[in-house]
């Protein structure tokens, strides 16, 4: 038998309809991949059973000439997804043993198009973190490492959705995006993860970080793989009032269609002082790598780009507080009894959230407060406008944009630092595109000194994640990169 983990979901796809192999044969090497590397702590929940029976069915309706575009393909599912009869957490104590009876609109859009749900995968506590150690059933480790036996983080917050593609304990996953949760941990972990547009994918199901914010998106091991999945979550949603009622672009076939003619933006905002050079190298390396394929090089400015961590360190936590104050031990999960209702309130959320979702919280509730609210919630709104019309006057004379994806590769778990605001910098690059609703991916670009993987990011504007998936092929095709992790599942 070949070696089922080494297919690609395009090439799996294509043995499946072949009759090469079977769903349930796909199916069972990624039940056992992802026992193999269960060190990694990328599940929290393997739905083993759950996904044979999804596997054997489609393999029934392959069999029958009915298959859909995942038909077969088995998924992991970052633990923020609502899904119906499997515990769903946010990675949360507050939420321990949540069952949802209902079905998040973008799973349910993959199981309908014959998606296999092998499990939920960790992630921060409700999506708050760069690093993936706020979770409540622990950090998750990158398959990656620098040769030293030091444990690496996979990035935040969407950690075991990207660690699981690359370990090889998942074909593909999805994952979610408030400020660089996607794009941030791909960058990690040497995978391509895609933050459609703002409203591409639905909202509905999905447990609420920043509702103005938060984005679902694809994680793959290549492009091709990221618009196949991306083409099976997209739709229109009646239940998210966020919902665009937009069409997506055929984004499987503009993986191949080049970037001849593409005038691609260079911010010269994204040239910060102390940037890694390894990161400034390889920034200038997929300049060339365009240029080379025809696409013509454009120096733009984007202004107010130094505002945007600032200004989403505002919103995100008002955002949050707002969300959060539903959890308090009478509904969901967790609650701790108590003499009085004020006392439980207290008393479960203060045992409920971890110590980063209760400084969000806190953070939140001062900036919406009546002495700050216009000093600080009013004036970051305002900022993000200047920010979105900085991108809309750049779109109006670039196709596409590149940036590098993080300001570093990944760093040792528990790295010991007396100011969280360090860790909020992971999000440099990528918040930018949060804040003005734009569609972004990072696509494995090639690794610094130490061997680890770095992301090159590609942004276009609101619903043309077609000129991504045509940009982004082009970089991965130039990087032919072909180093695995030490850390993975089955053969090199």
């Known amino acids: 038998m070949q070696d089922l983990l080494a297919l690609s979901a395009v090439e799996a796809r294509a043995a499946l309809d072949a009759k090469d192999i079977s769903s349930v044969e796909l199916t069972s090497a990624y039940i056992q991949a992802a026992e193999d590397t269960a060190s990694l702590n990328s599940y929290v929940l393997l739905t083993a059973d759950k996904a044979l029976d999804m596997a054997s069915d489609a393999d029934k309706?392959?069999?029958?000439?009915?298959?859909?575009?995942?038909?077969?393909?088995?998924?992991?599912?970052?633990?923020?997804?609502?899904?119906?009869?499997?515990?769903?957490?946010?990675?949360?104590?507050?939420?321990?043993?949540?069952?949802?009876?209902?079905?998040?609109t973008v799973t349910a859009n993959m199981w309908a198009q014959g998606g296999v749900m092998l499990g939920k995968l960790n992630c921060d506590e409700f999506a708050m973190g760069s690093a993936n150690e706020t979770s409540f059933a622990g950090p998750v480790i990158n398959p990656w490492d620098a040769g030293d036996g030091v444990d690496l983080v996979p990035g935040g917050s969407s950690g075991g959705s990207a660690s699981s593609v690359a370990a090889r304990s998942a074909l593909l996953s999805v994952g979610t995006d408030t400020g660089g949760s996607i794009r941030q941990p791909a960058s990690f972990c040497g995978i391509v993860g895609l933050k459609p547009t703002y409203g591409r994918c639905s909202r509905w199901g999905i447990v609420a970080f920043a509702s103005s914010l938060d984005q679902a998106g694809p994680f793959s091991?290549?492009?091709?793989?990221?618009?196949?999945?991306?083409?099976?979550?997209?739709?229109?949603?009646?239940?998210?009032?966020?919902?665009?009622?937009?069409?997506?672009?055929?984004?499987?076939?503009?993986?191949?269609?080049?970037?001849?003619?593409?005038?691609?933006?260079?911010?010269?905002?994204?040239?910060?002082?102390?940037m890694d050079s390894d990161v400034e190298k390889l920034w200038q390396q997929g300049q060339e790598w365009l240029k080379d394929a025809g696409a013509e090089l454009v120096d733009i400015s984007l202004p107010h780009t130094k505002y945007a961590l600032p200004a989403y360190?505002?919103?995100?936590?008002?955002?949050?507080?707002?969300?959060?104050?539903?959890?308090?031990?009478?509904?969901?999960?967790?609650?701790?009894?108590?003499?009085?209702?004020?006392?439980?309130?207290?008393?479960?959320?203060?045992?409920?959230f971890g110590d980063?979702?209760?400084?969000?919280?806190?953070i939140g509730t001062y900036v919406l407060s009546a002495g700050y609210y216009d000093a600080y919630y009013l004036k970051a709104q305002r900022v993000r406008r200047l920010i979105k019309n900085d991108f809309d006057e750049a779109f109006a004379t670039v196709d596409a944009i590149l940036t590098p994806a993080t300001p570093s590769a990944a760093f040792p778990v528990g790295r010991k630092v007396d100011d969280p605001v360090i860790n909020y910098l992971n999000d440099v690059f990528t918040v930018p595109a949060n804040l003005a609703g734009l569609p972004g991916m990072s696509v494995p670009a090639g690794f610094n000194q130490a061997g680890l993987p770095l992301g090159l990011q590609v942004l276009a504007k609101p619903f043309d994640e077609a000129s991504i998936y045509k940009v982004g092929k082009v970089i991965e095709d130039s990087a032919a990169i072909s180093s695995m992790p030490q850390r993975m599942a089955g053969g090199a």
């Open 221 to 274: 091991r290549d492009v091709a793989d990221n618009a196949l999945l991306l083409s099976a979550m997209a739709s229109h949603d009646a239940k998210d009032s966020t919902s665009a009622a937009t069409p997506l672009q055929d984004v499987v076939a503009a993986v191949n269609a080049g970037v001849k003619g593409m005038k691609i933006g260079i911010p010269r905002e994204y040239r910060m002082d102390g």
């Open 61 to 104: 309706r392959m069999a029958a000439g009915n298959g859909g575009v995942l038909e077969g393909l088995p998924i992991g599912v970052k633990d923020m997804f609502c899904t119906k009869g499997v515990t769903s957490t946010a990675c949360s104590k507050i939420l321990d043993g949540f069952t949802p009876v209902y079905e998040s």
């Open 313 to 352: 360190y505002i919103i995100a936590p008002a955002e949050a507080s707002s969300n959060l104050a539903r959890y308090d031990g009478v509904r969901y999960g967790n609650r701790i009894e108590a003499d009085s209702l004020d006392e439980m309130y207290g008393l479960t959320r203060a045992e409920g």
């Open 356 to 362: 980063e979702v209760q400084r969000r919280i806190m």
